[in-house]
């Protein structure tokens, strides 16, 4: 077959390598450009019926709702695209939220920025756990965060026994980060865009974000390229922790009230999102950008079903039909993208 | 020569989890002398009906569970097609429908379910792990438009009293004697039939059980109707046993299945496991609970030693290798070894 083609240099040889350059570029932008459609439709219907689905609180009100997932949603993106998957991070909100929002009890004057560290600190020593141990023992990501995801919870609700973080104790400063903004868009919102646009380009431009896309290609593949695979996989784990860990104190922020439940389920609502967002859940492909859309679009459902005055009842089929939707309509695009490629290469033999 | 190959691979994994088991059985003695050491309450016939009584149905659905981990499939709907077949019994009865009508419309759901599972993940040849977590909330959904805010609880006392009294002239509770008649029966299936030996292979290799002529799709999809089957059942147990029909029966339980069997021993790759670990995890998991509850320990808390377990069931088989090797080298800032760390290895593609 390469005989043939270097044969032919010239147009009949040259056309299929560009028609499969094209395709494969297709495939890219129909991945983010497949979702982005799914949520203009879905925005211009609902807008369609309900004009005031677009109106300035509304869209605060999504926007807010949505920065703790899209946040989420970029760390357990990095996880997965390594051909991992990250179920800890809801407990590692849930233990963050507590200890870093209840230091305002016993501390009233402790500045806001140390609250934050004390939540990242804390997101970033469990995903370091996570981490050392998916990397070092080189056992399955999924037994090891389900694990994790146990224990971490169970360390939560032993420090906050039957006590919770109550409004009273927070400072105004606090509680108005989600609600702070500019033209009725949360700064909280920019800010959150702006890290997940940073995460977006490291994964697609950076070295070490690539190899991630290497890594959960073909892990064996990956390692004999001499890619530093356990460094990276640790790497991904800290900072999905991390974000977990800072998410923990938006959502403090946001809700006030933290008792041991806080981000209970959070880990499955995450990785619909991610996938939805066009992430494969067995690695090596998705973006970013794609999983943010993907929290954004599951969180205007939400305030779509309100704003139609549709239950909130319909709300969890809906969401979970759309992700059995999402990889399905997935699979079969790139069903038939396998199927042109491998037309146009056999076009190549004959 | 191939099933040569195959039968020497198959009894290597059965010897592996045989010692597997026998520290599962140290651990359940463990357990119980810890139980016995720590509360007068715990060897008592009440306190064994408790214990029974309460894990029942967790141990009814990791029985099926199991199958499927071992075929290399996950199937993390499992909670919820209890809570949604627990709907559907509430939904049905606030009808004044007959109550055996109710339990064929709740078998017939639970085998719906379990179908679409096995569709999903066979023909359209979707990942289980994506595919479950879809229906998890696909099917609890199911429940919140069936049943909304309410709460169901004028069941016949002729029914509920599954959760008091145990069968008549024994202290087993019904849902425990369930639970054992299933689990001799899936073990049968597992460790001595035909279909039983081609869940090991195609969890072992999917391909080279296919290319030995196993209906592999055929077979998964069996498994997934019959875990719906089977969790639909538990679904009527619960409803039965707390005497209450509401949306969030049984949320969150298809992870404590999950952990009862990795815990068992079960690689979560696929192809290794036996119906005697599980069970055996399944007590430990009950007694375990069980003896900390009895402590005073924070019951929501026991999270902590079950997570904890879970770690030392999937660092144990490693530990020799780790072992061996000494530190790895990327620690020391050079590229390492690392295995295929994917979240179900064998199910890659």
């Known amino acids: 077959m390469t005989s043939t083609v270097t044969e032919r240099p010239d147009s009949p040889g040259a056309a299929p390598g560009a028609g499969s350059r094209r395709l494969t570029e297709r495939v890219f932008r129909i991945r983010e450009s497949g979702i982005i459609a799914v949520f203009l439709v879905f925005v211009a219907v609902t807008t369609a019926i309900h004009p005031s689905f677009l109106n300035e609180q509304n869209i605060q009100f999504l926007l807010v709702n949505t ?7 970029l760390g357990e993106t990095m996880v997965v695209i390594s051909r991992n998957v990250d179920l800890s991070i809801g407990s590692v909100l849930g233990l963050s939220a507590y200890v870093s929002a209840g230091l305002f009890g016993p501390h009233p004057g402790i500045p ?5 560290l004390v939540g990242l600190g804390i997101g970033l020593a469990c995903g370091m756990a996570n981490g050392l141990m998916v990397a070092l023992g080189r056992v399955p990501s999924l037994v090891v965060t389900l694990a994790t995801l146990y224990i971490i919870r169970g360390i939560d609700i032993l420090i906050v026994g039957g006590n919770e973080v109550t409004a009273q104790t927070l400072p105004n400063s606090f509680i108005n980060i989600p609600r702070a903004g500019v033209l009725g868009v949360p700064y909280l919102a920019i800010a959150v865009a702006v890290v997940i646009g940073i995460g977006a380009y490291y994964l697609r431009s950076f070295r070490s974000g690539r190899e991630l896309y290497a890594i959960g290609s073909n892990p064996e593949a990956a390692r004999l390229a001499g890619i530093p695979t356990g460094r990276r996989i640790f790497t991904a784990f800290t900072v999905s922790g991390g974000i977990a860990g800072v998410a923990g104190v938006l ?10 439940t806080a981000g209970t389920g959070y880990e499955l609502t995450v990785i619909s999102a991610v996938v939805v967002g066009g992430v494969a ?5 998705g973006s970013a950008v794609g999983a943010a859309i993907g929290a954004l679009l599951l969180s205007s459902i939400t305030s779509a079903l309100n704003v139609l005055g549709i239950s909130q009842l319909w709300l969890e089929a809906i969401s979970g039909f759309l992700l059995l939707l999402a990889i399905t309509l997935d699979r079969v695009i790139s069903l038939r993208l396998q199927a042109a490629l491998r037309r146009r290469s056999s076009g190549v033999g004959t | 020569m191939e099933r040569d190959l195959l039968t020497r691979r198959l009894s290597g994994a059965a010897r592996a989890s045989l010692r597997w088991e026998t520290g599962l059985g140290l651990l359940v003695v463990a357990i119980v002398i810890f139980g016995a050491a720590t509360s007068p309450q715990f060897l008592t016939s009440t306190n064994f009906f408790n214990t029974g009584v309460s894990s029942g149905e967790i141990a009814i659905m990791a029985l099926p569970m199991t199958l499927i981990v071992i075929s290399g499939e996950i199937d993390l709907s499992v909670a919820s097609i209890l809570g949604m077949s627990s709907a559907l019994l509430g939904f049905l009865w606030a009808r004044h429908w007959p109550m055996p009508a109710i339990f064929v419309m709740v078998a017939l759901l639970g085998i719906v379910a379990g179908l679409i599972n096995g569709l999903l993940v ?56 369930i639970f054992v008649v299933l689990a001799v029966i899936f073990g049968i299936v597992l460790h001595f039939t035909a279909t039983g030996r081609s869940i090991y292979a195609m969890g072992a290799s999917p391909d080279a059980a296919l290319f030995a002529g196993i209906r592999v799709k055929r077979v998964k999809t069996m498994l997934y109707v019959a875990s719906g089957l089977v969790c639909a059942l538990a679904g009527v147990l619960w409803t039965f046993r707390l005497a209450t029909a ?96 994917s979240p179900l290895g064998a199910l890659h593609d």
């Open chain 1, 281 to 285: 859940i067995f690695g090596g492909s």
């Open chain 1, 67 to 73: 920065v703790v997932y899209a946040l989420l949603a």
């Open chain 1, 112 to 116: 806001v920025p140390v609250v934050f």
């Open chain 2, 122 to 177: 066979t023909r359209v040849g979707l990942p289980s792990l994506a595919v479950t977590i879809g229906t998890l909330a696909l099917y609890r959904g199911v429940a919140l438009i069936l049943l909304g805010p309410n709460t169901i609880s004028n069941f016949p006392a002729s029914y509920t009293n599954i959760g008091i009294n145990p069968l008549p002239g024994t202290q087993i509770p019904y849902n425990v004697a």
């Open chain 2, 246 to 341: 509401v949306q969030n029966n049984g949320l969150g339980l298809e992870l404590d299945v999950v952990a009862i069997v990795l815990l068992g021993g079960v690689s979560i790759f696929g192809g290794k496991g036996s119906m005697a670990g599980v069970v055996l995890a399944v007590i430990a998991f009950a007694a375990l609970q069980n003896a900390l509850l009895l402590t005073n320990f924070n019951q929501e808390a026991t999270g902590i030693v079950i997570g904890a377990l879970l770690l030392v069931s999937v660092f144990a088989p490693n530990a020799a290798a780790l072992w061996r090797r000494g530190l790895p080298r990327w620690a020391r800032g050079r590229p390492g070894r690392t295995a295929p760390s």
């Open chain 1, 251 to 260: 959502w403090a922020a946001q809700y006030q009230t933290v008792d041991s």
